[in-house]
């Protein structure tokens, strides 16, 4: 029965209302398993019937549902094929009639259906899209433009490739001549329509997006379309870049217009080819910096502006890394650009201080050190920063004649004139670091003219210490500590580590938060010999009133989207807990309540990724350093609001509570599983598994499960659905790992006779997969399960158990499997404990294996040569690293993807820990099998090896 679009269209609006809206989405979910849901929405899309709130709704559905559910792992399409067609012809057409905000949405959409289908099963797109470029319909051109930039702005990032340059190559051919025409007519719709603000408007969207076209179609090799007419390119960019209108501006000096967009988009485009292709473009280069200065020395400082400022300064920026840069090599030069460039963008202004007072936390991001935000502070920094790697001596003398000039300024009267230190600390930063600052250990080398200590201590530590310093100078004293603090000695920060303890306690809410910044990266810094620089004893004895400070800090105003504003104070508090370890055991309570009491709030909306992500690591250090003392404690405090979170259908939050599951869980391994029977039974249904992102999690745990509880689940018959679970991942590229996790935790726990039955089915899957879709992590997987299973003879496995099986599904199909991959293989299996046990399986082969002795007397000489030479480097199985790794959140995608929670990574295990020195072993396990067997080994040697082989193998036997 197809979607219904009455029903359909009543249940995106109850989804609007909060009131409503978990149900709604309920009923939304029901609604996709029918045939034709996403054509449904795309109706409503596209009709102007439906109110514009609904209509957004069903696009945005629609943008949701097609990046889940259009390919699979392996590219194959989920969707039926007449469904497939009839999106991809009805899309583009809608894309080009329905408004902006509609656009938007559709064009992701788009994107993500090019990712896996353009452009060999979508080969008439871009004919699709030239076909409806029009000489001066702007709406329709708008709509065919965004299109194209939703799929060939996934090229910005990527690296080259063959394959990327045959699709950009496919587009260029057709794309390049339709978009220099439409750049002519585009510039003569706008000269002819002066007079016409609305007209003018609309072709100055075209414009824009012409221009972010540019980029997209320059960003990995020069078009030679565009080299051809580089002349023509250049000379109507320049126009744009210094082109104005009075019915282009805005009337509101915050908001940015038609115009600022424009021109920031000529910069990142002049930017591009400056670093890519100078050789070509170079000769047009001073006309831009002629303007860019021009520019630079009128703008007034609304906050309109900010972007454009900050693009004008990375263009220069760039020019400065050229051989154009000598024209800034001139003291009179040099004092124009400090005094009429650099000095206004970095001076605080009123919007600057009315930003620190009104949104605080808005403040702390765009001024972060590292942060990606288009400051004029930030872009001022970078320029001057250039022009000191090409000309260090002048430009730092130049910079700190201004220093001294803005101190003595704020010495006349500090009440009134702070600004003027604020800006000279911020010039100094400027001129002292070099390089960019890294997010693990701030600035790593300094300009060998100035001296930060000596700086420290006159102009900054008093900040530091005064109770009635002016805020933003306390900032800045803080963020100066936090900027430079690999440069300052472990002694320095002893001393200064309290100091910034104590401002967590202020009230203000940038200052606590700054203080929480630096206490965080203090915590994280090692000395040379990896030990903390501040002692643990002074964390650990001050972290009860620390970490309750900041739960407060955090829970002060109650709303979900509140409370997860600030991520800063979060990550403090997940580094204190990593920090302390087990130093945590005594609070380990009160720590619980408070997180718990924080998941209870923010599961009604789950609003900031990185918040989450703390919020989660924390918990998981928590879990790592104090559950295997207090299992019971942790297990009960933890079920209750994890099920409610899981059973609300919490996507957001589930992938990181599989992984704490499977940590409390771990952290008890003999415990029962009592309370977890019910989530056993939800994880076995299979439906969870869909989310991708909860696919490592899930095997994760369901293997922990398994280790606690196999006997019942095979009394309960729930063995079945495992192997059911085990037998989807193994079908696919990206699951096959989580698929020999699952069934290596079946084969360790599962009684033999239990497992008996299945196990021609479990080969037979892994045989298929070798054969018709073999990978090389497959391969290795194969290899260390075949290895896990011929070293369990004590289990009732063993070789002869393994071929015994091959046989039942083709006989004698194990002799090239393991001459062909197994053997020459084993070699390269890369993790230490899938060596270790490849030794043990050799070994235990060598001398009790009778279908060697007999079917493949061959192949006991062979296992031999193999087990020497892996030998030659016997594995040593890594000891437990306690070393927990910092993640980089801006490289962690957040999303429907799983992110892997580093406190509380699975540690690796050791199937034979009893075995410490394998060629003792070896020694003592060939010797005792030579006497069971009555001396049977040592006739095989003789009888069957040369004597290189004899010889190598005397010393163990």
Same mark, same amino acid.
């Given at each position: 029965?197809?979607?219904?679009?009455? /029903?359909?269209?009543?249940?995106?609006?109850?989804?609007?209302?909060?009131?409503q809206n978990k149900q709604a989405e309920k009923a939304i979910t029901e609604e996709q398993?029918?045939?034709?849901?996403?054509?449904?929405?795309?109706?409503?899309?596209?009709?102007?019937?439906?109110?514009?709130?609904?209509?957004?709704?069903?696009?945005?559905?629609?943008?949701?549902?097609?990046?889940?559910?259009?390919?699979?792992?392996?590219?194959?399409?989920?969707?039926?094929?007449?469904?497939?067609?009839?999106?991809?012809?009805? *899309?583009?057409?809608?894309?080009?009639?329905?408004?902006?905000?509609?656009?938007?949405?559709?064009?992701?959409?788009?994107?993500?259906?090019?990712d896996s289908d353009f452009w060999e099963r979508w080969d008439t797109l871009v004919d699709d899209l030239i076909s409806r470029l029009t000489p001066d319909n702007s709406t329709v051109n708008n709509?065919?433009?965004?299109?194209?930039?939703?799929?060939?702005?996934?090229?910005?990032?990527?690296?080259?490739?063959?394959?990327?340059?045959?699709?950009?190559?496919?587009?260029?051919?057709?794309?390049?001549?339709?978009? *220099?025409?439409?750049?002519?007519?585009?510039?003569?719709?706008?000269?002819?329509?002066?007079?016409?603000?609305?007209?003018?408007?609309?072709?100055? /969207?075209?414009?824009?997006?012409?221009?972010?076209?540019?980029?997209?179609?320059?960003?990995?090799?020069?078009?030679?379309?565009?080299e051809d007419h580089i002349g023509a390119i250049s000379g109507l960019l320049h126009k744009y870049l210094v082109y104005d209108n009075p019915s282009l501006h805005t009337d509101d000096e915050t908001e940015s217009g038609p115009l600022e967009y424009v021109r920031a988009g000529i910069f990142e485009g002049l930017m591009l080819y400056i670093q890519k292709y100078e050789d070509v473009f170079g000769a047009q280069l001073p006309q831009f910096i002629e303007s860019t200065w021009g520019f630079l020395m009128s703008v007034g400082l609304e906050t309109k502006y900010d972007i454009l400022v900050s693009k004008a300064l990375q263009f220069l920026t760039a020019v400065a890394s050229t051989s154009h840069a000598e024209s800034f090599n001139n003291q009179d030069v040099l004092v124009q650009i400090i005094e009429k460039v650099i000095l206004p963008n970095l001076t605080l202004r009123e919007s600057d201080v009315e930003l620190f007072e009104d949104e605080p936390i808005e403040f702390i991001r765009r001024d972060l050190e590292g942060s990606d935000n288009d400051t004029r502070r930030r872009a001022?920094?970078?320029? *001057?920063?250039? &022009?000191?790697?090409?000309?260090?001596?002048?430009?730092?003398?130049?910079?700190?004649?201004?220093?001294?000039?803005?101190l003595q300024d704020y010495a006349k009267d500090t009440k009134k004139n702070w600004k003027s230190k604020d800006t000279a600390v911020y010039l100094f930063t400027a001129i002292a670091a070099k390089g960019t600052a890294t997010a693990a250990q701030g600035v790593l080398s300094v300009n060998e003219n100035v001296d930060i200590l000596d700086f420290f201590q006159k102009h900054i530590a008093a900040d530091l210490q005064a109770h009635d310093a002016e805020l933003i100078l306390k900032v800045d004293a803080?963020?100066?500590?936090?900027?430079?603090?690999?440069? &300052?000695?472990?002694? *320095?920060?002893?001393?200064?580590?309290?100091?910034?303890?104590?401002?967590?306690?202020?009230?203000?809410?940038?200052?606590?938060?700054?203080a929480a910044i630096a206490v965080e990266r203090v915590l994280f810094m090692t000395d040379?010999?990896?030990?903390?620089?501040?002692?643990?004893?002074?964390?650990?004895?001050?972290?009860?009133?620390?970490?309750?400070?900041?739960?407060?800090?955090? /829970?002060?105003?109650?709303?979900?989207?509140?409370?997860?504003?600030?991520?800063? &104070?979060?990550?403090?508090?997940?580094?204190?807990?990593?920090?302390?370890?087990?130093?945590?055991?005594?609070?380990?309570?009160?720590?619980?309540?408070?997180?718990?009491?924080?998941?209870?709030?923010?599961?009604?909306?789950?609003s900031n990724p990185r918040f989450q992500y703390y919020l989660f690591e924390g918990l998981g250090a928590l879990i790592r350093f104090g559950a295997p003392n207090y299992?019971?404690?942790?297990?009960?405090? &933890?079920?209750?609001?994890?099920?409610?979170?899981?059973?609300?259908?919490?996507?957001?939050?589930?992938?990181?509570?599989?992984?704490?599951?499977?940590?409390?869980?771990?952290?008890?391994?003999?415990?029962?599983? /009592?309370?977890?029977?019910d989530l056993l039974g939800v994880i076995i249904q299979g439906s969870v598994w869909e989310q991708r992102g909860n696919v490592p999690a899930l095997s994760r745990l369901l293997s922990a499960m398994i280790a606690r509880d196999a006997s019942h689940i095979v009394a309960s018959k729930q063995l079945e659905p495992v192997l059911g679970i085990f037998q989807k991942l193994v079908a696919t590229k990206a699951h096959e790992g989580y698929a020999f996790e699952l069934i290596e935790a079946v084969v360790t726990y599962t009684p033999i006779e239990a497992l008996q039955p299945y196990f021609v089915t479990i080969l037979q899957l892994m045989l298929q997969r070798l054969s018709s879709m073999k990978t090389e992590n497959f391969q290795q997987r194969f290899i260390a399960f075949y290895h896990f299973v011929s070293a369990r003879q004590d289990k009732g496995l063993g070789a002869d158990f393994f071929i015994n099986v091959t046989d039942q599904i083709q006989r004698d199909v194990f002799k090239p499997i393991y001459l062909t991959v197994i053997l020459p293989e084993t070699q390269k299996l890369a993790r230490p404990t899938d060596r270790k046990t490849a030794v043990v399986s050799?070994?235990?082969?060598l001398a009790d294996s009778q279908a060697f002795v007999d079917r493949y007397p061959k192949g006991w000489a062979l296992t031999a040569q193999r087990l020497l030479e892996l030998m030659i480097n016997p594995p040593v199985p890594a000891a437990a690293d306690d070393i927990i790794p910092d993640a980089d959140v801006d490289e962690l995608g957040f999303g429907v993807g799983f992110t892997q929670l580093n406190t509380c990574k699975k540690a690796p295990r050791d199937p034979f820990p009893e075995i410490t020195d394998v060629k003792e072993w070896i020694k003592h396990y060939l010797r005792d099998a030579n006497s069971r067997h009555n001396g049977r080994i040592v006739q095989i040697v003789q009888q069957r090896l040369d004597q290189q082989l004899q010889h190598a193998l005397a010393e163990y036997l």
């Open positions: 029965m197809a979607a219904d679009i009455p /029903t359909l269209s009543k249940l995106l609006e109850a989804s609007l209302d909060p009131r398993t029918k045939p034709n849901f996403s054509l449904s929405l795309l109706h409503i899309v596209a009709s102007d019937s439906f109110p514009a709130t609904i209509r957004l709704s069903s696009a945005l559905y629609f943008k949701n549902f097609v990046k889940r559910n259009w390919v699979d792992e392996d590219g194959n399409y989920k969707l039926p094929q007449d469904e497939v067609v009839a999106i991809k012809r009805e *899309l583009i057409g809608l894309m080009v009639s329905v408004p902006a905000n509609l656009q938007a949405q559709l064009g992701e959409a788009i994107s993500a259906i090019a709509g065919v433009l965004r299109v194209a930039h939703s799929i060939f702005k996934r090229w910005r990032p990527l690296f080259r490739s063959d394959e990327l340059f045959t699709e950009i190559n496919h587009v260029l051919t057709k794309f390049s001549a339709p978009f *220099l025409t439409l750049l002519q007519n585009t510039d003569a719709l706008i000269t002819s329509s002066q007079g016409n603000p609305q007209v003018l408007k609309e072709a100055f /969207t075209t414009l824009d997006l012409l221009i972010k076209l540019f980029y997209d179609l320059s960003c990995q090799d020069l078009p030679p379309d565009f001022a920094t970078n320029f *001057l920063r250039q &022009l000191m790697s090409r000309f260090e001596s002048l430009v730092t003398r130049t910079s700190q004649n201004y220093i001294e000039i803005y803080i963020k100066y500590l936090y900027v430079f603090r690999s440069q &300052l000695s472990p002694d *320095l920060w002893r001393a200064a580590f309290p100091l910034l303890v104590n401002h967590l306690g202020n009230d203000n809410y940038v200052i606590h938060t700054y040379s010999n990896r030990q903390p620089i501040i002692p643990k004893s002074d964390v650990v004895g001050a972290s009860r009133d620390l970490l309750t400070h900041l739960f407060k800090l955090i /829970t002060k105003d109650s709303a979900p989207e509140k409370i997860q504003e600030n991520e800063f &104070l979060m990550k403090c508090i997940m580094r204190v807990l990593i920090f302390i370890r087990d130093g945590s055991l005594p609070i380990a309570e009160t720590v619980l309540n408070n997180f718990v009491a924080i998941i209870k709030v923010i599961r009604h909306n789950p299992p019971q404690v942790f297990e009960t405090k &933890l079920y209750e609001p994890f099920a409610t979170c899981l059973s609300e259908g919490i996507d957001e939050f589930s992938p990181y509570i599989f992984q704490l599951f499977s940590a409390l869980l771990e952290a008890n391994p003999s415990g029962d599983l /009592t309370q977890y029977r050799f070994t235990k082969t």
